[in-house]
T-cell receptor, first 113, second 113 residues
């Protein structure tokens, strides 16, 4: 089975722009979660989607949003980018229940200039 | 790598020795715990998990110990190999609660030849 894939792998944007990141989960996985990883804050949960519905949300501003499609692929969007949004954005998928193993993709490295 | 600049706790061990990585978790309501390994340029990789109704669980060369009284988790790696060099994260979750992982700050493990 193919693993979790994320595109693009690297992205450079300027302040004020918006960005869309994409995640394709492992086949058969219906849950997709997004995390932000920075040197200062570590790994932080952004949100989780299950069957096209946001099931959980972390403590991030409304500039961070996401969606999930019927094929379980997910996108996250960050609007009005700030320098502090520079981070590695990780997507993880699992079948769906709370104790299913969560598999991570390689991440998208976003740099905001 | 993703954790450059992050002042992580570090652990250096000789190849072939055993290593123990510790983690204090924050939420007494957490009842499901996972250890992840993250190598440079990659997303976190699942190592082993444990539920709160267990004190110990063993995998291949790895053992996780859980002490709920003091909210402490440890990962023991036996006969360490150069490929074990990575950053190790513990994560906690609530089986009945929100479907989100809360990650610890991570420990950088270096295996010396």
């Amino acid at each position: 089975k193919a693993g979790v894939t994320q595109t693009p792998r690297y992205l450079i944007k300027t302040r004020g722009q918006q960005v869309t990141l994409s995640c394709s989960p492992i086949s058969g996985h219906r849950s997709v979660s997004w995390y932000q990883q920075t040197p200062g804050q570590g790994l932080q949960f952004l949100f989780e989607y299950f069957s096209e519905t946001q099931r959980n949300k972390g403590n991030f501003p409304g500039r961070f949003s996401g969606r999930q499609f019927s094929n379980s692929r997910s996108e996250m969007n960050v609007s009005t980018l700030e320098l502090g949004d520079s981070a590695l954005y990780l997507c993880a998928s699992k079948i769906g229940t709370s104790t299913d193993t969560q598999y991570f993709g390689p991440g998208t490295r976003l740099t905001v200039l | 790598g993703e954790n450059v600049g992050l002042h992580l706790p570090t652990l250096s061990v000789q190849e072939g020795d055993n290593s123990i990585i510790n983690c204090a978790y924050s939420n007494s309501a957490s009842d499901y715990f996972i250890w992840y390994k993250q190598e440079s340029g990659k997303g976190p990789q699942f190592i082993i998990d444990i539920r709160s109704n267990m004190d110990k669980r063993q995998g291949q060369r790895v053992t996780v110990l859980l002490n709920k009284t003091v909210k402490h988790l440890s990962l023991q790696i036996a006969a360490t190999q150069p490929g074990d060099s990575a950053v190790y994260f513990c994560a906690e979750n609530s089986i009945q609660g929100a479907q989100k992982l809360v990650f610890g700050q991570g420990t950088r493990l270096t295996i010396n030849p």
